[in-house]
């Protein structure tokens, strides 16, 4: 079996443990883009998951304008569209909230944070096949928590009984991937996702950091692009 198809059908696993989960008030609202844009997510990885890689990059969870709307990682539409040239069908999270419409491609807000992050790797490497040769970016936890109000919840933030049988898939679904991928450099796009590839890397691959994207970081909205970069090659993980 090829990788992508050792990849997706571990995600085809992890969606249908997620989907059984019940999560607690303050969160109203959970969206699972595995389920809903699952087209867009395993085009992705047919496409530019075939190999195993150098370096994979692991992002928390979904944002509300990026995967929650193309089922790719920081999914930022004109990245995934124009850039990968990938784009399905969308179909709709049901309960939808009503203040985080799932719009697909037709989207018209902006995710800063994967705008920030495909925007550098496509000025480091112009093509998106020549990014993909060795790199990959995934994300810890496929869901999406909302509360009544439209506020984004963190993975981190939920009840710690909530948070156990959630975190035990992901770190399943998580070791699949570093078995399937074999990568040399796991690098956590953010401190969140640093501590789940630390007790889960690979014995002879190397873990890091970098700054989140976010513009809730003033760090990252300082130059995000300039800093991420002179991380990674501090690292060694780029030259």
């Not at 190999?51 to 930022?76: A, D, H």
């Not at 000025?123 to 439209?150: K, T, W």
Request: glycine share 6%; hydrophobic share 40%.
């Amino acid at each position: 079996m090829t990788v992508s198809k050792n990849l997706i059908r571990a995600a085809d696993e992890l969606r249908k443990t997620v989907d059984g989960f019940q999560f607690s008030r303050p969160v109203t609202h959970v969206y699972n883009p595995l389920d809903y844009a699952w087209k867009a997510h395993r085009l992705y990885l047919e496409k530019f998951a075939n190999t195993s890689k150098r370096i994979l990059f692991l992002g928390m969870n979904p944002g509300p304008w990026g995967m929650s709307q193309t089922g790719v990682p920081f999914g930022e539409i004109p990245a995934v569209r124009d850039w990968m040239k990938i784009e399905a069908p969308i179909a709709k999270p049901n309960p939808e909230h009503p203040k985080r419409p799932v719009e697909g491609f037709a989207c018209k807000k902006s995710e800063v944070s994967g705008r920030r992050l495909w925007g550098l790797f496509a000025d480091r490497f112009r093509s998106p096949e020549a990014f993909f040769e060795n790199h990959i970016v995934l994300n810890y936890c496929p869901l999406v928590f909302m509360e009544e109000s439209g506020k984004n919840r963190t993975p981190d933030k939920l009840p710690t009984a909530e948070q156990k049988p959630l975190n035990d898939a992901c770190d399943t679904h998580l070791k699949t991937v570093l078995e399937i991928l074999q990568p040399q450099w796991c690098i956590g796009v953010g401190k969140f996702a640093e501590t789940k590839l630390l007790p889960l890397a690979p014995s002879n691959a190397k873990v890091g950091t970098v700054l989140h994207p976010s513009p809730a970081s003033p760090a990252a909205n300082r130059g995000w692009s300039e800093s991420a970069t002179k991380q990674l090659i501090k690292l060694g993980a780029w030259p």
